[in-house]
């Protein structure tokens, strides 16, 4: 069976079994005809399929008619941030994110240098039919521009962020173990870095493509990498996904600092320096509702993915938003999930804190979250939820993406697959046991239905 997933983000699959040379054809032409003609930026994470899917991509937007700016291996933000730069009409990052090695994408962006909306993903989807019907003539054809500066361009505006003390960074010389996963991070990272005066560990920063363990920044995969954050006596460990929209921290006890609290701690700080908005999805922890309260200011959630964090962004004109997965959205810098962004704003934080990353952590709101796949079978999902709703009519709830019931002591988010016969069940308490004891009786519930 065909591994290809489309989404709202693009398409994805497994090379030789889902994503082949045809799909991906298929998907550009229709893809430079929702654009029209002009310069498309085009870059990728580095894995091993790149070049191949890469060319393919090229030479399919160069026989639309549309110019291509390479702009090499780089991290995802960076592709984002060069569409709104060179004034693109759109842009392609090669990168499945954190599937491992036998997987790629296409993650296709708008004029804006931002995923696509709900609406326009669905106008490119109705142009798939047509669009191989319509290449441009010979004397029409695009061409490749190599464009080495990319990423030079994204690291000095990420630099120039208001309320960061480049110089005071520098002062502190922070001792940071890396962990690029052999992806994009290795062509940007260590040089990031730095520049920002960082003693800087590397593993797992070769420019092979070959990802040495499962790529997903989660605790699990990182046991080695936390291990070495303590063996080198590191202020901090820092891990990137392939395509570099994910921040993950490691304490310098080589614990965890967590997911959450990477975009909590980044809301903090920059609430700390000016009053706004701020937007995450549903499946955030409450500790960011938390610090908002603190400082006076509203928080909103949208369903989960970036393009709808970001579409909600632009709503209520949010000044700092993300996901709970460790991704930080700023706009003054990319809007768009920015691990080179998180990292300048952790950097200053620490700075400003005075204190180590572990006592940072536990300076923020603690809480605890647990997950389950719980498996349905046969039975409807929608008609599950919509017990759930009935049963809980009276909470606060959200029915924006599945159904996000906030209680008192804990909240719970419930969000079928469109891909398997599962619901997801995530449940945040003030104690992992508390979490852990209310995803059992949510089991029992849902099995139940």
Same mark, same amino acid.
């Given at each position: 069976m065909s591994t290809l997933m489309v989404s709202i983000s693009g398409i994805r699959g497994i090379i030789g079994d889902g994503l082949d040379p045809q799909t991906i054809v298929k998907y550009t032409s229709a893809y430079a005809d929702f654009c029209g003609k002009g310069k498309i930026i085009l870059g990728s994470d580095g894995r091993i399929s790149g070049s191949m899917v890469k060319n393919i991509v090229e030479g399919t937007l160069i026989a639309k008619g549309n110019d291509v700016i390479d702009i090499g291996i780089c991290p995802t933000p960076t592709v984002l941030f060069n569409v709104k730069k060179q004034k693109a009409v759109g842009g392609i990052q090669i990168s499945a994110s954190h599937n491992p090695n036998e997987w790629n994408a296409l993650k296709l962006l708008n004029s804006n240098g931002e995923f696509m909306s709900p609406e326009e993903n669905k106008l490119m989807l109705s142009l798939l039919e047509n669009s191989q019907k319509n290449y441009a003539q010979w004397n029409k054809l695009g061409e490749s521009i190599k464009y080495e500066k990319g990423l030079d361009d994204h690291i000095d505006s990420v630099l120039k962020i208001p309320f960061i003390e480049i110089n005071k960074i520098r002062k502190r010389k922070f001792k940071v173990l890396l962990d690029c996963v052999n992806g994009a991070g290795a062509y940007s990272m260590p040089n990031f870095l730095k520049m920002l005066g960082c003693e800087v560990i590397e593993i797992n920063c070769n420019k092979n493509g070959i990802f040495p363990r499962l790529p997903e920044p989660i605790p699990e995969n990182l046991t080695q990498t936390m291990k070495a954050v303590k063996k080198h006596k590191a202020d901090l460990g820092i891990v990137v996904d392939p395509d570099v929209d994910r921040l993950v921290l490691i304490t310098e006890k080589g614990e965890p600092f967590g997911e959450e609290n990477t975009i909590v701690q980044a809301i903090k700080f920059w609430l700390s320096k000016k009053k706004g908005n701020v937007v995450v999805n549903l499946s955030t922890t409450?500790?960011?509702?938390?610090?908002?309260?603190?400082?006076?200011?509203?928080?909103?959630?949208?369903?989960?993915?970036?393009?709808?964090?970001? $579409? @909600?962004?632009? !709503?209520?004109?949010?000044?700092?938003?993300? %996901?709970?997965?460790?991704?930080? /959205?700023?706009?003054?810098?990319?809007?768009?999930?920015?691990?080179?962004?998180?990292?300048?704003?952790?950097?200053?934080?620490?700075?400003?804190?005075?204190?180590?990353?572990?006592?940072?952590?536990?300076?923020?709101?603690?809480?605890?979250?647990? $997950? @389950?796949?719980? !498996?349905?079978?046969?039975?409807?999902?929608? %008609?599950?939820?919509?017990?759930? /709703?009935?049963?809980?009519?009276?909470?606060n709830i959200n029915t924006d993406d599945g159904l996000r019931i906030d209680f008192e002591d804990h909240w719970v988010h419930f969000r079928k697959s469109n891909t398997e016969p599962i619901i997801r069940c995530i449940v945040e308490a003030k104690s992992i046991i508390e979490a852990n004891n209310y995803t059992e009786k949510y089991f029992r519930e849902l099995t139940k239905n």
């Open positions: 409450r500790g960011v509702d938390d610090v908002a309260k603190f400082y006076n200011c509203k928080v909103f959630r949208s369903p989960v993915g970036e393009a709808n964090v970001v $579409k @909600k962004m632009k !709503e209520v004109k949010a000044i700092i938003g993300g %996901e709970g997965s460790g991704g930080v /959205i700023l706009p003054k810098a990319v809007f768009g999930r920015d691990a080179l962004t998180g990292t300048v704003l952790l950097l200053q934080h620490l700075i400003e804190f005075g204190g180590t990353i572990n006592e940072l952590k536990k300076s923020l709101p603690q809480y605890f979250i647990s $997950k @389950k796949k719980i !498996e349905i079978g046969s039975k409807n999902p929608d %008609e599950i939820l919509d017990s759930l /709703i009935k049963k809980y009519k009276d909470e």
